[in-house]
């Protein structure tokens, strides 16, 4: 699954960032979370850091999600591909 944050650089990006190797040990699902600094935001139309992008979804901006809520985002996602 890919996952891409934008502003990984900031504060809260490093939470999402915490949060988001926290649910993968959680449901043992290997995650491709690419780093991307906030100076790239504008090439994803985001307006505010930090952002998750789950397999080209904006998923959230401007908030750090719990890890509780990006397991339930993710599995959302896994549950459409089928």
């Given at each position: ?45 985001i307006k505010v850091t930090p952002a998750l992008i ?29």
């Amino acid at each position: 699954m890919r996952i891409r944050i934008i502003g990984a650089n900031c504060s809260n990006g490093m939470k999402i960032i915490k949060n988001l190797n926290k649910v993968e040990r959680e449901l043992d699902i290997p995650l491709n979370i690419e780093k991307i600094n906030s100076d790239d935001k504008n090439k994803y139309s985001i307006k505010v850091t930090p952002a998750l992008i789950i397999e080209d979804t904006i998923v959230s901006e401007g908030s750090v999600l719990s890890d509780r809520e990006i397991k339930n985002y993710i599995k959302e996602h896994c549950l459409n591909e089928i």
